[in-house]
């Protein structure tokens, strides 16, 4: 019988995003089998000979077991460090075609709402402007802008990165830029 799964308030469903899968296996760090495994990425000196389940990563045991991190950088607004340390340390991070980012805002870490294309920006008119707004702060041409974001697809190249702000709501992304 799977557990529920816990609580993780910078990346609320990382059954949809991908980061967390339902699959037999044994977690490399608690040696429990629960249901549920990890697949995105792990930052650190120590390699975990296996997967990690998903309450190893949200009680912090194995980011103190392997000094491992599940999240790439985190940029935005000031944020306090405990802050950082829940996302970097007790949130199941996301592959990303280049090294991902954790987005912040109004003081606090956004949540992680999955990889987004064209389609699935159009729902989301706030994310769209912002990276409209960074590509053309980047001295890239309208037509380019246009171009580019028209060109987002959600399992492929470039590829968008949704969040929203847990204080105020705000729709937020960033892309690569392949």
């Given amino acids: 019988m799977t557990e529920a799964l816990p609580d993780f308030p910078y990346h609320p469903d990382p059954l949809t995003t991908g980061s967390v899968v339902a699959a037999p296996g044994v977690c490399a760090c608690c040696g429990r089998e629960r249901g549920y495994l990890y697949t995105g990425p792990v930052y650190g000196t120590g390699e975990p000979d296996g997967p990690l389940c998903p309450w190893c990563i949200a009680d912090g045991s194995a ?4 000094e491992a991190l599940f999240c790439g950088d985190a940029t935005g607004d000031d ?3 405990e802050v950082l340390v829940a996302i970097a340390e007790r949130t199941p991070g996301f592959s990303a075609w280049q ?4 987005l912040l805002h109004c003081g606090d870490g956004a949540a992680f709402l999955g990889l ?3 389609d699935e920006l159009a ?3 706030g994310a769209l402007a912002m990276l409209g707004q960074e590509l053309a702060g980047r001295g890239w041409p309208a037509g380019q802008v246009e171009e580019f974001l028209g060109a987002l697809d959600k399992d492929g190249q470039p590829t968008a990165y949704l969040f929203r702000c847990r204080v105020c709501a705000a729709q937020l992304a960033y892309a690569d830029f392949t």
């Fill in 63 to 66: 980011a103190a077991r392997y």
């Fill in 79 to 81: 944020v306090p460090r």
């Fill in 99 to 102: 090294d991902p980012r954790w």
């Fill in 116 to 118: 987004a294309g064209t």
């Fill in 123 to 125: 729902d989301h008119s």
